[in-house]
């Protein structure tokens, strides 16, 4: 019989079940990069539509940084490094 407390078992299965949470691939402004380049990025590497691509870049030039796509780290860091490989700024925040 175990001798530990139901809530401390319970705060056990929690941790375990939030190891893998969602992140966000965040692009953050710069003075270097066109719009038409943002946007032709977003668009080829995140898979985003026109339409969406255009309003996450007017959202990284008035806001400073913009959260282009969620998901799992591993399925982010792709994307993250070839937006930076494009000389964007990108970084994979945890939601």
Known sequence: M??????????????????DHERQLIVHNDDVNT???VIKSLIEICDHELIQAEQCTLIIHNAGKCAVKHG??????????GLTDRGLSATINES
């Not at 809530?7 to 939030?18: A, F, G, I, K, W």
């Not at 799992?72 to 490094?81: E, G, Q, R, T, V």
């Open 35 to 37: 719009f038409d380049w």
């Open 72 to 81: 799992s780290y591993d399925s982010l860091k792709p994307m993250k490094d």
């Open 2 to 19: 175990s001798t530990k407390p139901w809530t401390e078992q319970n705060e056990e299965v929690s941790l375990l079940e939030n190891t």
